[in-house]
């Protein structure tokens, strides 16, 4: 533990099953357009709590307030590793349910936050009509991007460019836990809409950074399972044979699971890239 006076620490998720959109028009194969399962990570104290990554709509965000409720701790901040709308706009309504919540993210991150919230009303607001609240940007730097939770340490660590720019991840070091936003998808199609070639360079460069920190447990900001809190299965990666169980190789086959809208979304946008000589591409 990382204080002398560093209580009992364990975490939890809340997965958010996938979700259909309002858009008129199926995927090329005919399927309905969807959004991928969101996964919130709870950090449980024996008093405490801190939420990383809150939600999307409004239905997912009472999920999280009612297993905070029922777990009887008072939540007294919400990390936002990185600004993209299913991560973060349920975070006021849920600080002000909750209250005495402070919101905390990355400089950049933040800055963000701010144009994504100019953007919403052309896209999320266009898929998901009147089930996304308000986001008012309340997030805060928090001091050398650090907070605690009764003694132990919660650090946000830039991760640069991954599925957007910038994103960070979040280590506690008690868990040997990190939570990876989206840098890190578990069985879901990743998003690689803002990402080119380079961009999925500075991806590698941060999942070498998770290699680096070698933690026990990981979470992906996606993952296929439906509702499940435990820990050891829902949306939580193990290290296995010295690989990820995730990875962002653009060659790898794309699989029929979840995240189909964010699948048709990337592979139109490598469609329109100029592949170099070899690499696969979209058929
Ligand atoms: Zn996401």
Known sequence: MTGPHATALRFELVVAPSIPLALPDPLPDGGARTWAPITSTLLLGEHDAVLIDPPLTLEQADAVGHRLESLERRLTCIVVTHAHGDHWFTAATIAERLGGVEVVAR??????????????????DRILPGRIPASPVIAVEAPDDEVELEGHRIRLLGAGRTNTDPTAVVHVPDLDLVVAGDVVYDDAHLFLVESDKHGRDAWRGALNMLEALDPAHLVAGHATRSVDIDPRRGGCSRRRGGTWTTSTSSSAPIPPRPGRTPRWSSATRVERTPAPSGAARWP
């Open 107 to 124: 400089a950049g991150v933040i800055e963000a936050m701010h144009r994504a919230n100019d953007s919403r009303a052309g896209f999320w």
